[in-house]
């Protein structure tokens, strides 16, 4: 029996587990809290912060491969535990290069592949440079934390100059600004990349977000065969030149002229392929341990014609697990809810997501069922 190290126990971490039962593998979490999602589903726990490499060393200890949940990790203290061979899937090397959303950007330029117009800003760009580079984009622009950002949290769209300064003023963080694209639609596919090499990839989604966060998520996505095919070509390029194993997340945008252009990388399983849980052969979860195990790769593909996912955000600080708004979103035909078990809701967290299963394609009709789930969650 394998023992695959988790390093993060969010809900990531927690959807592997029926995945883990049903391959026969057994999964030890790295968590920094006992409330923590996937403590129930690990068949041990090092209660330790994700970036504790003296913890990921006892982790080590425990089981054959570790991989992330998420990428708040301490590369350069998890290399010298590499370098004594403990076994990181994917390996560090594939991670480097995307955990600085700065670097990231070069990365992807450099392979080619087609990203907003960006720049690095930090203490050493003189004032006239600033200017010059951001009449270059013209506003609004886009800026962004460097690293720790996730759900919106890090990103601000900058209308004009007064409100940059403001954002700026005494603030040392490094950041990246980029131009504002805007976009026709948000898309995003999961890839995932097995130990021998093959890759797969699932359908390409449509995202919805407001705020910078997910709300929904519409497969597969209205786009068209040659869209579909670039954005499949991307995954294939980038997986394939850091010689992933496991899954990542690719989200793109989609201009109004049709053009697909990267936005993030997340190198792991993504908010945007929760709905392979219910609507896939392989759910993304099942598919990353298949990979990090050294195991085939399963089917990707849909088992229905389309499906909406919803995620079921927190509105307000409280203890409550919602359980009359659960069972009346459960009476929805088709749908699957998936309650993460936090302890405590807060503005903007993810407490869960429902995904309803579709009888055909149709827009319209995804974000009617998605409309019906929010209005019966989020308060009048």
């Known amino acids: 029996m394998k023992r695959v190290g988790i390093i993060g126990g969010g809900q990531l971490a927690w959807m592997m587990g029926d995945a883990a039962k049903k391959l026969g593998v057994e999964l030890i979490v790295q968590t920094p809290s006992k409330q923590d999602p996937a403590v129930s589903i690990a068949q041990e726990t090092v209660f330790a912060q994700v970036d504790d490499a003296a913890a990921t060393e006892v982790l080590a200890q425990k089981c054959?491969?570790?991989?992330?949940?998420?990428?708040?990790?301490?590369?350069?203290?998890l290399a010298v535990l590499e370098n004594r061979g403990v076994c990181f899937r994917p390996r560090l090397a594939a991670l480097a290069p995307l955990l600085d959303k700065y670097h990231q950007r070069c990365y992807l330029q450099a392979l080619g592949l087609p990203v907003p117009r960006f720049f690095a800003l930090d203490n050493t760009i003189q004032p006239e440079e600033l200017q010059s580079k951001i009449e270059h984009l013209g506003f609004p622009i886009v800026l962004k934390s460097r690293r720790h950002g996730y759900d919106g949290q890090g990103t601000f769209i900058i209308k004009d100059w007064a409100s940059?300064?403001?954002?700026?003023?005494?603030i040392n963080t490094l950041y990246l600004i980029e131009?504002?694209?805007?976009f026709e639609r948000e898309l995003a596919v999961i890839a995932a990349r097995s130990v021998a090499g093959e890759v797969v990839t699932y359908?390409?989604?449509?995202?919805?977000q407001e705020q910078q966060v997910c709300r929904r998520v519409i497969a597969p996505a209205e786009i068209t065969v040659n869209q579909a095919a670039e954005i499949d070509a991307i995954a294939h390029t980038l997986l394939n030149h850091l010689q992933v194993v496991?899954?990542?997340?690719?989200?793109?945008?989609?201009?109004?002229?049709g053009r697909v252009l990267v936005n993030e990388i997340a190198p792991r399983t993504h908010n945007s392929g929760h709905f392979s849980l219910d609507a896939c052969e392989t759910s993304q979860f099942e598919q990353h341990l298949r990979a990090v195990c050294g195991l085939a790769l399963g089917d990707p593909a849909l088992k229905t014609p389309s499906a909406v996912m919803v995620n079921l955000l927190g509105y307000e600080t409280s203890q409550s697990d919602y359980q009359s708004q659960r069972q009346q979103i459960a009476e929805i035909p088709q749908s699957y809810i998936h309650w993460y078990g936090k302890?405590?809701?807060?503005?903007?967290?993810?407490?869960?997501?429902?995904?309803?299963?579709?009888?055909?394609?149709?827009?319209?009709?995804a974000i009617a069922i998605a409309r019906t789930i929010e209005s019966i969650w989020y308060p009048k």
Do not use: C, M, W, Y
């Open 343 to 365: 302890a405590e809701s807060r503005p903007g967290r993810k407490l869960g997501h429902v995904t309803v299963l579709l009888d055909r394609q149709n827009q319209d009709e």
């Open 164 to 170: 940059l300064e403001q954002k700026l003023a005494g």
């Open 64 to 77: 054959d491969v570790i991989t992330f949940e998420n990428e708040f990790v301490n590369l350069e203290a």
């Open 246 to 257: 496991g899954v990542f997340g690719i989200e793109l945008f989609l201009t109004t002229d």
């Open 179 to 182: 131009e504002f694209v805007p």
């Open 203 to 208: 359908p390409v989604v449509e995202t919805q």
